[in-house]
C-alpha cells in the first residue's frame, strides 16, 4: 500500500554567533577577544620606626595589706613624676593592670596570709627617641620597678603604609605590562585590585640615637646616676600586596 508523505519534523534552531564581550567588562575567565592576564604586585620598605613604647611594672610587698598598698602608691607616683617630667618626648603614658594578691602561709593549716604582693602595669609611647635610653635607665634603678622594651613601631597613620601600597600598585601594573608586550598585546581595562595584606614587622627589642642628658630636661644633673642606655632605632620593615586582573587586547600569536 502506498503510504503518505510524513510532515517533517521541525529541526533545532540554528546558533546564533556569540557576541563579542566589549573591552574592560568583567567576567570570571578571558575570551579569545579579550584576554585577561593576572599578576601580583608587591612591595618591601624599610623605614625608621616613629614611636618606641617601654612596660613598666612596679612591685611591692608587705607584711599587711595596707604596707604593700603604701609602698605600691608611693612607688608608683615616684615613676609617673619621672616620666612626666620629660615632657613632649612621652606621648602617652597609660596605667594597664593593678593587682593586689595574699600570699598563703603553704605551712600553715589555716588560710594564714605570710605577705601582700602588689603590682602596677604602665606603658609609655616615647616619641623623642634622645630621651628614650636616659629614662629606661633611670627607670630600671628605681626601687622594684622593671622596665621591658623598647618596642619600636609606627603609627597606624604612618605614611610608610601609603607609599608601601602605591608601590606594590605601581609594580602590579608594570608586571602586567610587560606580561602583555611579550604576546605582542597591550592593557586596555583594570578590572580587579585586591589589597591582600598591609602588615608592619614585629616589635623586638633594641635600640635608639644617643640621649641627651638631665639637664636637656630640665632636672639635675646627678652625678650618682648611672649612665643613660646608649641604644640604636631598629628599623621597620613594611609589607603591601595586592591582586590585580586587566583585560589586554588580543596577542599576536
Known amino acids: 500500500m502506498h503510504q503518505p508523505p510524513q510532515p517533517a519534523q521541525p529541526g533545532p534552531p540554528p546558533q546564533q554567533p556569540a557576541a563579542p564581550v566589549p573591552y574592560g567588562s568583567h567576567v570570571p575567565y578571558g575570551t579569545p577577544e579579550t584576554p585577561r592576564v ?54 602617652k603614658l597609660e596605667t594597664g593592670a593593678f593587682s593586689v594578691a595574699p600570699e598563703i602561709n603553704p605551712k600553715s593549716r589555716h588560710e594564714r596570709v605570710r605577705a601582700y604582693h602588689g603590682r602596677v602595669h604602665l606603658t609609655a609611647a616615647l616619641t623623642d627617641f634622645t630621651a628614650l635610653g636616659e629614662l629606661t635607665t633611670r627607670l630600671a634603678d628605681l626601687e622594684l620597678t622593671r622596665v621591658d622594651g623598647p618596642r619600636w613601631g609606627l603609627r597606624p597613620d604612618s605614611p610608610a603604609y601609603g607609599r608601601a601600597r602605591q608601590q ?31 602588615e608592619e614587622g614585629p616589635f623586638q627589642p633594641a635600640g635608639v640615637a644617643a640621649p641627651r642628658t638631665r639637664s636637656g630636661y630640665g632636672g639635675p644633673a646627678d652625678r650618682d646616676a648611672v649612665a643613660a642606655l646608649d641604644l640604636e632605632p631598629q628599623r621597620q620593615t613594611v609589607f603591601a600586596h595586592v591582586n590585580a586582573r586587566f583585560t589586554m587586547t588580543p596577542p599576536e600569536l
Not at 57 to 78: K, P, Q
Not at 175 to 190: D, T
Open 38 to 91: 593576572a599578576v601580583r604586585g608587591e612591595a618591601t620598605l624599610e623605614v625608621d620606626p616613629e614611636i618606641a613604647r617601654l612596660t613598666i611594672t612596679i612591685s611591692a610587698r608587705g607584711a599587711d595589706r595596707r604596707t604593700a598598698l603604701e609602698d605600691l602608691t608611693r612607688r608608683n607616683n615616684e615613676v609617673l613624676e619621672l616620666v612626666r617630667s620629660y615632657g613632649e618626648a612621652v606621648e
Open 168 to 198: 606594590a600598585v605601581r609594580e602590579a601594573v608594570q608586571r602586567a605590562r610587560e606580561y602583555a608586550g611579550a604576546l605582542g598585546a597591550r592593557l586596555v581595562a583594570l578590572t580587579e585590585l585586591a589589597d591582600l595584606e598591609v
